[in-house]
């Protein structure tokens, strides 16, 4: 069936980066757009993004630019996650979602269709 | 504090028929197609609706969303006990350079 698989719970020190992986199965990820979105303990839902894995174009919000990078590897079906200059309020769940649209077409929300499980980040010296 | 204002709680008996609303601007809901998000506990979200008002498959037909203007609603009727979670409204903004926004969610208890 189609999902999203994403790596295992990270810790890590304020100032450092992590880097979190999406792996598809069951459709090919570069045939639709692929969005991040985080949840703080206790909070809503977050966008961080969006990546055409076909192209490797990205669109970050605002207040993560520079801090942010969506990579992809065709190859092995994934999309990657990387977060700079960890702060203690980066502490969430950080997951994976397919958009609706493809990558056929430009950019347009559509919807997140398939959620990867969510991958929990503490940062904390 | 979101651009879209959902209520912070829900609740109803089974059976009932509750709703929730995210409301917007013109910038998202009033240009855009709206979005509706479940989320169980400890579960990563599943989308309800897209467009506005269509169901994905698999999604019951005792979950349905309307918009107007700049407001929209998740209505879910026959409260089943399985419907407590969280809800969350998620649309396009067309403002700056474009982005998704969600609601704060609203977190339904079946009663």
């Known amino acids: 069936q189609v999902q999203l698989v994403q790596s295992g719970a990270e810790v890590k020190k304020p100032g450092a980066s992590v880097m979190v992986s999406c792996k598809a199965s069951g459709y090919t990820v570069t045939d639709n757009y692929v969005h991040w979105v985080r949840q703080a303990p206790g909070q809503g839902l977050e966008w961080m993004g969006w990546i055409n894995p076909k192209s490797g174009v990205a669109n970050h919000a605002q207040r993560f630019q520079g801090r942010v990078a969506m990579i992809r590897d065709t190859s092995i079906n994934t999309v990657y996650m990387e977060l700079n200059s960890l702060k203690s309020d980066d502490t969430a769940v950080y997951y994976c979602?397919?958009?609706?649209?493809?990558?056929?077409?430009?950019?347009?929300?559509?919807?997140?269709?398939?959620w990867g499980q969510g991958t929990t980040v503490a940062v904390s010296s | 504090q979101s651009v879209l204002t959902q209520p912070p709680s829900a609740s109803g008996t089974p059976g009932q028929r509750v709703t929730i609303s995210c409301s917007g601007s013109?910038?998202?809901?009033?240009?855009?197609?709206v979005y509706w998000y479940q989320q169980l506990p400890g579960t990563a979200p599943k989308l309800l609706i897209f467009r506005n008002n269509q169901r994905p498959s698999g999604v019951p037909d005792r979950f349905s969303g309307s918009k107007s203007g700049t407001s929209a609603s998740l209505a879910i009727s026959g409260l089943r006990s399985e419907d407590e979670a969280e809800y969350y409204c998620?649309?396009?903004?067309?403002?700056?350079?474009?982005?998704?926004?969600f609601g704060g969610g609203t977190k339904l208890t079946v009663l």
């Open positions: 979602a397919r958009d609706r649209t493809t990558t056929e077409h430009p950019y347009f929300y559509a919807g997140m269709d398939v």
């Open positions: 998620g649309v396009w903004d067309d403002s700056l350079s474009g982005f998704v926004v």
């Open positions: 013109n910038s998202n809901i009033g240009t855009n197609y």
